[in-house]
């Protein structure tokens, strides 16, 4: 338990809340071609910001935590980041560790898993097949396989699962070619690993927070019964669908099953082990409880194998799920709602499906429920259940219609939400769409500001990550945008390294803190943890000492 947090005594209050709001996957562009956000006709945000004290922030590498500022942000991080006010270590770099120590592999876990296998079953590792280093790193899943041989493992099988998104966006074949390379020369007469099964990322296995169940029974049974379309390699089945399919990318491949003589070479039976490599939460929980839960109703799993199943991580603390894992996440504690809780703060998280977790599970630190049930409030939005650049407006209005409730209220203190057009959107590819989600999601801005205005409160805007603000690929050396046979743009679907905004609208002023926006009067150079200071100030207290400094000076 964390105490309450103390009032600033030169703080002169204000009539209404403070709202913060973060647009996901919104950053500011470091080419000119592809930055879809400074495309777009933002009137609103614009005007915002000539007007109100801003800077930029850092949303990526080493400043949320991740093992190099190479590393590109991600919704999980950052949310953490701005929910904690303090960097920890996160997934990529936790799991890195751990396998360099060497710690992984003395673990329960690993143990269990590996020796279970020994016995004659097979182990199976299922994860995104990239070295995105979002969501899971090839170099993990090498070590594992290398280690797995020692420790007497007979038979191993890979189900990939292609990217697309954190990486380029039809380089499966880049990430194929070596690994089957890799696996030869592994195997011999007392070791057997082959590609068994898989498929794009956004088409099998990978959903989170429940929007479409039905891509987590296509991962199940192409992963566990074999049930797919059949090929001899996995080049095959990825040139094959290329052709098939002109201008599919690797996120949503059709699944496939690797075969000899008509029969799967990789199904999961009673007996085996399974390692789920990825080690961020989001889109490891539905398929995590495909295989632990006794209970399971999202659809039929018809024969359950019985396994020992580990992820790579705990990917929700309060569930404990799974029951075992390979490496323990960060220990993220006294978070802002913690705080906020303590001190009796009255909070609203709100956003649409695709990003109600980050607000609420991430932002306060990998934690399911809440602090206090009393003073918290989380409403959920449900998201659409298609492809995003068919809908790029999302659902946007709908949030804007609660927050234009809850502002003149008076049951809120603290308000937070989450705009997911510039992330979902965003890993399309689609440009178009980006800024049609742009613009949406800036009229939406629009209302809450006239909202602010007239309840005389404080806005915050700022952004978890860069991604509409980067949508071409760009030559790294002279920064030429990539081009396709045809000369259009490649479209880049992942993250992008750029800065963030951070604006403070606060139209009712009253000179705590300086704010004349053409003046350097923000501390710059910090990154997204400083956030939650900044709101916490913003609220009338003083942030605790060990957080990221405010923004505000």
């Given at each position: ?210 929007a479409d169940w039905s891509m987590v029974e296509r991962g199940w049974k192409v992963h566990v019964h074999g049930e797919g ?65 006794d209970k399971f109703d999202k659809f039929d799993r018809g024969r359950r194998p019985k396994v020992c199943y580990a992820g ?142 007239e309840a005389g409160a404080v806005l915050v805007i700022t952004a978890d990550h860069g991604n509409s603000d980067d949508m ?82």
């Amino acid at each position: 338990m964390v105490e309450a947090l103390k009032k600033d005594p030169s703080w002169k209050g204000r009539r209404g809340p403070v709202v913060l709001v973060i647009m996901d996957g919104v950053g500011y562009g470091k080419y000119k071609e592809g930055d879809a956000v400074a495309d777009s006709k933002m009137y609103h945000l614009d005007a915002i910001r000539a007007k109100s004290p801003n800077t930029k922030l850092k949303a990526h590498g080493k400043a949320v935590g991740l093992p190099s500022d190479d590393d590109m942000g991600n919704s999980e991080v950052g949310h953490n980041a701005m929910g904690c006010g303090r960097v920890f270590n996160q997934g990529a770099a936790l799991v890195s560790k751990s396998i360099e120590t060497g710690a992984m592999f003395t673990g329960q876990a690993w143990k269990d898993v590996s020796s279970n296998a020994a016995k004659g079953g097979t182990l199976h590792f299922i994860g995104l097949f990239s070295d995105g280093n979002v969501h899971s790193h090839l170099d993990h899943l090498k070590a594992m396989i290398k280690q797995a041989k020692k420790d007497g493992v007979k038979k191993l099988r890979v189900h990939v699962l292609f990217d697309g998104r954190d990486v380029g966006e039809t380089s499966a074949l880049e990430y194929v070619d070596p690994f089957e390379a890799f696996l030869k020369e592994q195997s011999g007469s007392n070791f057997d690993a082959r590609i068994a099964s898989g498929g794009g990322r956004m088409w099998i296995t990978m959903d989170r927070y429940g929007a479409d169940w039905s891509m987590v029974e296509r991962g199940w049974k192409v992963h566990v019964h074999g049930e797919g379309r059949q090929f001899a390699t996995t080049r095959e089945a990825v040139e094959t669908y290329r052709k098939e399919i002109p201008g599919i990318i690797d996120q949503d491949l059709k699944e496939f099953v690797i075969a000899e003589g008509g029969k799967p070479i990789g199904t999961i039976e009673d007996g085996d082990s399974v390692v789920y490599f990825n080690f961020r939460g989001d889109r490891s929980l539905e398929i995590t409880a495909a295989f632990e839960d006794d209970k399971f109703d999202k659809f039929d799993r018809g024969r359950r194998p019985k396994v020992c199943y580990a992820g790579m991580m705990e990917y929700d603390g309060d569930l404990h799920a799974p029951k075992r894992y390979l490496v323990s996440p960060p220990s993220i504690d006294k978070t802002m709602g913690e705080y906020l809780a303590a001190t009796g703060v009255r909070t609203l998280a709100i956003s649409e499906t695709q990003k109600y977790g980050h607000v609420t599970y991430f932002f306060n630190g990998n934690r399911t429920g809440k602090f206090d049930d009393k003073l918290e409030t989380f409403v959920e939005i449900k998201s659409d259940v298609l492809p995003f650049e068919q809908r790029p407006w999302m659902k946007c209005a709908e949030i804007t219609d609660q927050i234009l409730e809850a502002i003149p209220s008076g049951k809120y203190d603290f308000i937070r939400l989450n705009f997911p057009n510039g992330d979902m959107v965003g890993h399309t590819g689609i440009y178009q769409a980006v800024v049609c989600s742009m613009e949406a999601m800036d009229l939406q801005l629009g209302r809450i500001a006239k909202a602010v205005d007239e309840a005389g409160a404080v806005l915050v805007i700022t952004a978890d990550h860069g991604n509409s603000d980067d949508m071409f690929e760009h030559d790294k050396k002279s920064g030429a945008v990539s081009r396709k046979e045809d000369g259009s743009p490649k479209a880049k679907t992942s993250h992008s390294l750029n800065p963030v905004p951070c604006i403070v609208y606060d139209p009712e002023y009253k000179g705590e803190y300086p704010a004349t926006p053409h003046d350097s009067i923000l501390n710059e150079g910090l990154g997204i943890s400083s956030i939650a200071a900044t709101c916490i100030r913003l609220l009338g207290y003083v942030p605790p000492k060990d957080y990221d400094p405010a923004v505000i000076k």
